[in-house]
């Protein structure tokens, strides 16, 4: 027997069928090593140890980063926060980009969607996946000198959970995780007791679910006074309206941070941010719009980092309205558009391609052998006719003034033209778009036809289940399909990637045929740095400043 396969025998000795299954798929060539270290680490298994496994079978590591130098002060141009910061209830990337400094999170993802252990040592699941024992870190204290506990872990996803509080983290634990799910096992265990099996829970619990910062079990709800957090900064000062300056945590658990200081500038809108970088105001942005990154693209002192990401926009039809209840409707408009002048001309080249499913190309799971959609302007023509509309029809698309999206909706209505599809615009600002985010209170889940934007997570779950499952808050095309909920609920609570794999294939089958929502692009996140910077992780998430230096 070769060394190296002795040494994956050795190995796999002392692991469970779910986790020797990832390796079974590794050594049979169905996953890379991406995949590999992806599904492992969402296991539990240690980068390192599984790392050296793939480097064992001839799949050798990336090159790591280079360390910066310590010390300097580095500058933030972000969006003004929403409101009032508080981790339970905050939605918007100026709030949370703030809290990633000084708050942290039971693991968080990588590049390559791989989970990192920070303040959970490691994890693991039970048989079905029910219950996900997590061991915390030892010798952890909050900035007001507590030691961080289970007890803190345990008040965090309570707090996050409970139906009677506003907690925007509901979206993600509904039906997932309910208040006194989260319970003790000693003061450095907890085990999470979930609703239903989960095959991918770790992540509802990293930076992906960005209220899932651990926060101490005495939080009151007044977070703006302290950012209290384990954290690798701790406040200075905060303004609101204004910005926010944190310093390095002398007594951080972890690697010490390597600036001496950060400085957050707030910004009401994306132009002023672009000028304040431009001028050398600031260091660097968060993530700036597909509509404006030509301003930046082209300037000689600013690079811009290229992050593939699963956002996309959600172009929904209402199932329960016509024309719309005739899935040949529905696919006729998704056959008349022209994705790659979407990829290409609208998101200049920096995105993927979308077959009409979550499952972005970027997913270890998504069946890349379903064939894509393409154009097909006679064969929607066909479909149009068979459904008793070969005259067309009139139709007003509902959506809102963001991003690439006004550009996406004006190239639909051009589209859909063409098979005498007559769309007529109605372009809101957000918080009209938006409304109350009920049904019956909000022009996003009440039009008959919209487009609504979704951000980055590194698992599809949320996408799969609050869009489109049959009582999804967030269904906005009206689909009700029984099968369609039960391959969710297998995808779910699979634990081994070929299950995964099998029920994301069969996902992305039936949706492709009944098309209540078309999913044409993923485009790329954009964050600015000036050329003097370095050390930012592209990760999609937010950033994470520790390791920036300014040479």
């Not at 239903?196 to 679910?209: C, E, L, R």
């Not at 690798?232 to 905060?238: D, G, H, I, K």
């Not at 910005?243 to 809108?269: C, H, Q, S, V």
């Not at 082209?298 to 290229?306: G, M, Y």
Request: hydrophobic share 40%; glycine share 8%.
């Amino acid at each position: 027997m070769p060394k190296h396969f002795r040494m994956i025998d050795t190995a796999r000795r002392n692991l469970t069928a779910i986790e020797n299954s990832a390796i079974e798929e590794l050594l049979a060539g169905r996953i890379g090593r991406r995949d590999f270290l992806r599904h492992g680490s969402l296991l539990g298994l240690s980068l390192p140890f599984l790392g050296g496994i793939a480097s064992a079978v001839g799949l050798g590591a990336p090159q790591a980063r280079a360390e910066g130098k310590p010390g300097g002060t580095v500058r933030a141009g972000v969006a003004t926060p929403g409101g009032a910061i508080d981790p339970v209830t905050y939605y918007d990337s100026g709030s949370y980009q703030l809290v990633f400094q000084t708050a942290e999170f039971l693991c968080i993802t990588q590049p390559d969607l791989t989970l990192k252990p920070v303040l959970a040592e490691s994890w693991s699941p039970n048989e079905d996946g029910s219950v996900w024992t997590f061991k915390l870190r030892k010798g952890v204290k909050f900035h007001n000198g507590e030691e961080f506990k289970a007890a803190d872990v345990v008040a965090t996803f309570d707090r996050l959970a409970d139906p009677s509080g506003s907690s925007n983290a509901l979206s993600v634990f509904k039906g997932l995780l309910s208040k006194g799910g989260t319970r003790k096992v000693d003061d450095y265990t907890v085990a999470f007791h979930l609703d239903a099996p989960n095959g991918s829970f770790p992540y509802s619990v990293s930076i992906d679910n960005y209220n899932a910062v651990i926060l101490p079990a005495s939080y009151k709800g007044d977070y703006e006074k302290t950012f209290e957090g384990t954290g690798p900064f701790r406040l200075e000062s905060y303004t609101p309206k204004v910005g926010a300056t944190f310093i390095r945590n002398p007594d951080y658990w972890g690697e010490k941070a390597l600036p001496d200081r950060l400085e957050f500038k707030f910004y009401g809108d994306v132009q002023p941010r672009i000028l304040a970088l431009q001028a050398g105001e600031v260091d660097l942005l968060d993530a700036v719009p597909l509509d404006v990154s030509q301003v930046v693209l082209n300037s000689p002192d600013i690079t811009v980092l290229r992050v593939a990401s699963t956002a996309h926009r959600q172009l929904h039809m209402r199932c329960d309205m016509a024309p719309f209840t005739d899935k040949r409707v529905r696919q006729a408009l998704a056959l008349c558009i022209d994705r790659s002048k979407l990829v290409d001309g609208l998101c200049r080249g920096m995105a993927a391609t979308g077959n009409d499913s979550p499952f972005a190309p970027a997913f270890p799971a998504t069946d890349k052998s379903v064939p894509q959609r393409t154009q097909d302007i006679a064969k929607a023509k066909q479909l149009l006719e068979a459904a008793g509309l070969a005259s067309g029809f009139d139709m007003t698309l509902t959506t809102l003034r963001y991003s690439d999206i006004p550009g996406y909706a004006q190239l639909f209505q051009n589209f859909a033209k063409e098979i005498g599809a007559r769309i007529s615009l109605n372009i809101e600002d957000q918080d009209k778009y938006y409304g109350k985010a009920v049904f019956g209170q909000s022009d996003w889940l009440d039009s008959p036809l919209g487009i609504t934007d979704y951000a980055h997570r590194s698992v599809p779950n949320v996408f799969l289940k609050s869009p489109l499952v049959s009582d999804g808050p967030w269904n906005a095309a009206h689909f009700k399909n029984s099968t369609y909920d039960g391959m969710v609920t297998s995808y779910l609570k699979a634990l081994d990637i070929g299950a995964q794999q099998s029920a994301a294939s069969d996902i992305q089958k039936l949706l492709l045929d009944e098309t209540p929502v078309i999913f044409s692009y993923f485009p790329d996140l954009l964050v600015p740095v000036r050329k003097n910077v370095s050390g930012l992780p592209p990760i999609a998430a937010g950033l994470l400043l520790d390791r920036v230096s300014i040479g």
